[in-house]
């Protein structure tokens, strides 16, 4: 299958090698940069912000793709797309204006995307799948990396499959689909079957020990694994 890209999280990378280890993983095969944010109010923990994504920028031509676990959301998008972040996506629970929220990350020159909670209902996409570029189904609860891939969330994505084609179909335009938390070379072709195109792996590629290949190994056999993917709509 084409047009499947893999999106290293750099939340589990050495922080304090950050910049070569963005040049490592993009070296190795990474299509995409996941930067994830957090605040210590929307999830319980803290990370990193726009002048850390300000300084990865120089070291990388692949995009940046800032998941924003903060609340509120809007002071930070100018300064995240001023940082070079290239798709910014959120939570709608952290949003008071998610329509707003959507219309101004894309006014900022970066393309959008609402993230869904293992317990978010779908019906948050209702009335704004013409402003989005990207749907971010979470397979764990946010806050932590290294955490166990929730199962349930495979039934979402195929949903959220349908929802996306019935749009495209109707109204034009490419909305990825997104998911992050748990995944591993042994469940990302089920993720992939599902219906999803990109695939977000923080311990799985930066824990990944150099006897193995390290991270050329995981994601050479992350992709092997999408190769054997079924087309999706078609299960076994
Ligand atoms: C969790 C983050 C994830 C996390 C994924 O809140 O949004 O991007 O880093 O890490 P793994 O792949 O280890 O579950
Ligand atoms: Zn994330």
Not at 199 to 208: E, K, Q
């Amino acid at each position: 299958m084409t047009g499947l890209r893999i999106a290293p999280s750099i939340l589990s990378a050495d922080f304090a090698r950050l910049g070569e280890e963005v040049e490592a993983v993009v070296a190795a095969g990474a299509d995409l940069i996941h930067f994830d944010v957090m605040d210590n109010h929307y999830v319980p923990n803290l990370t990193i912000g726009p002048a850390v994504c300000a300084a990865i920028r120089p070291r990388t031509r692949a995009r940046i793709d800032v998941h924003l676990m903060v609340k509120p959301v809007d002071a930070l998008v100018p300064l995240f797309a001023k940082a070079g972040a290239d798709i910014i996506s959120f939570h709608p629970e952290a949003s008071e204006h998610v329509d707003r929220t959507l219309t101004l990350i894309r006014e900022n020159g970066c393309r959008a995307g609402l993230v869904l909670n293992p317990a978010t209902p779908l019906h948050c996409l209702d009335h704004v799948m013409g402003r989005l570029d990207l749907i971010l189904v979470m397979s764990v609860n946010p806050g932590f990396g290294g955490q166990a891939f929730i199962p349930e969330a495979l039934d979402k994505i195929a949903a959220i499959r349908q929802r996306i084609d019935r749009h495209t179909a109707r109204h034009g335009g490419e909305i990825w689909l997104e998911v992050d938390g748990g995944i591993k070379t042994g469940n990302i072709r089920a993720v992939a079957e599902a219906g999803a195109d990109t695939f977000v792996a923080g311990s799985a590629i930066f824990g990944a020990p150099d006897r193995d290949g390290g991270y050329r190994g995981v994601i050479a056999d992350m992709r092997d694994q999408l190769q054997r993917a079924l087309p999706v709509g078609r299960p076994a």
